[in-house]
């Protein structure tokens, strides 16, 4: 039976840029057909990179873009192992402009790039359309830019059509995966199971180490051996969708059933329909089976037709955001923290809506109410904790509200309570975020290569 194998080399924006090498070196001793695909981008992540892109046109994508490919795209290239990345972002001919320099520093024959297109939605049709969908809600806010989530064709397609190297922007996580499996196998659009089940391939690899058990692991718990040198996992798919999931080879880390169930169903809301763009995927009826150390076959998972829709994420206008932190430490630290925080609301209180933590008492339970922290702080068993971090955060369209905010935290360092330090402060401009669900038929995805220099 053949098998087409991808590994995963990035798990969102910021991963280890030194985690693809021992993919690479993996697929290449292993051979056989294969690619490696980069994730790194969360609704978050595009944000941000429609923040830049706004300041500065020719940015806009994954910022470590060339870190990670460095070290892998002569390997990958000279063994024909395919690249497939949405580290476009919000710009993904930038990304592959960058791409293209890097191949010609390194001395590498120009590869065939292809850019797949039609996530973003731009001008005034788009405005239209996303009108109809919004209604009064869309002339209230000053919209800024909005991605649809694309599939797997396009990626497909590009492949088949030659390319090394595929950029997307926004296009649905398993879809990386599935793309070059789809080019592989020749599967149709319409093969339910075979796209469900290579799409929860994808789901497993999307996240990188998670499901080699970076977030698994548990000191006593749920160890893991080696995990200062996690492997990135690979997905060895079959013709059906079926695959075994294992790991790069001479790393740390630890594929189990448990590791892959953890990941199975990991940001699934319904496991009878995970909806992607690509196909309906009902894993009720999987089966999770160690087959040997590290290898763990997924089988079993069932398709059902793609919906007539793609979500869609509509960013607008956020203003800016604040925070400050500040510590204190020693006899009464918490009385002195809970202080400082009295101190911020009753100077800022009445002109902006603030939340507190107390770092070390609660913050990572709180809520935006400051309701839990009111519980927490009055609770007696917190009263002997020696080093307590207050965290203040404001959101506000005026920047000038924001950075009073931030005056008023560095203003603790001398006007109280006493002993505190370690100030931090830091600003930013915010996108908030819409979603709502078009009709595909609106948004149609394509791809082109890259012109050669």
């Not at 990035?10 to 690619?35: H, K, Y």
């Not at 850019?115 to 359309?129: P, R, Y």
């Not at 970076?214 to 060895?236: C, R, S, T």
């Amino acid at each position: 039976m053949p098998i087409f194998t991808v590994g995963c080399g990035a798990g969102f924006s910021g991963d280890r840029t030194d985690a693809a090498a021992p993919v690479v070196q993996t697929l290449i001793e292993w051979g056989g057909p294969a690619a490696i695909i980069f994730e790194n981008l969360a609704e978050r992540t595009l944000a941000s990179h429609q923040l830049t892109k706004r300041i500065n046109s020719q940015l806009g994508y994954e910022p470590l873009l060339e870190l990670e490919l460095e070290p892998i795209l002569a390997d990958c290239l000279l063994n024909q192992i395919t690249i497939v990345g949405n580290f476009g972002a919000a710009n993904p001919e930038g990304a592959a402009k960058v791409i293209q320099a890097l191949a010609k520093r390194l001395g590498l024959p120009s590869p065939r790039i292809a850019i797949v297109v039609g996530d973003s939605l731009a001008g005034e049709a788009a405005n239209v359309l996303l009108h109809q969908h919004l209604g009064e809600q869309f002339d209230q806010v000053n919209f800024v830019c909005a991605n649809a989530y694309q599939g797997a064709r396009e990626i497909a397609d590009a492949i088949l059509a030659g390319a090394q190297i595929v950029v997307t922007g926004r296009v649905a996580d398993p879809s990386l995966t599935l793309g070059p499996a789809m080019a592989y196998f020749c599967w149709s659009d319409d093969n339910w199971n075979a796209l469900a089940g290579a799409t929860m391939a994808g789901h497993l690899l999307e996240c990188g180490a998670q499901v080699t058990g970076g977030y698994f692991a548990d000191p006593g718990l749920k160890d893991v051996p080696e995990i200062h040198n996690i492997g990135f996992p690979i997905a060895e798919i079959e013709f059906d969708g079926s695959c075994i999931i294992t790991k790069a080879n001479n790393t740390g880390g630890l594929v189990n059933a448990r590791t892959v169930k953890e990941q199975l169903l990991y940001e699934l809301h319904d496991p009878a329909a995970y909806i992607t763009p690509d196909v309906v995927a009902d894993i009720t009826s999987a089966t999770v089976t160690e087959i040997a150390p590290n290898r763990v076959r997924l089988s079993g998972v069932i398709g059902h037709p793609r919906t007539n829709t793609l979500k869609t994420n509509i960013f607008f206008d956020g203003g800016w955001f604040g925070e400050g932190e500040i510590s204190y430490a020693g006899p009464n630290a918490a009385g002195r923290a809970r202080l400082a925080m009295e101190i911020l609301q009753k100077r800022l209180g009445p002109i902006m809506k603030l939340r507190f933590d107390l770092i070390g008492l609660s913050s990572i339970f709180g809520d935006d109410d400051n309701a839990l922290l009111s519980s927490a702080i009055k609770n007696p068993v917190h009263s002997e904790a020696h080093d307590v971090r207050l965290r203040v955060a404001g959101q506000h369209q005026d920047l000038k509200i924001i950075d009073l905010l931030l005056r008023e935290v560095t203003a603790l360092w001398t006007g109280g309570p006493a002993g505190g330090g370690g100030v931090r402060i830091a600003k930013r401009q915010r996108l908030s975020t819409q979603s709502c669900l078009i009709e595909r038929k609106q948004l149609p995805a394509t791809f082109y290569f890259l012109p050669n220099e």
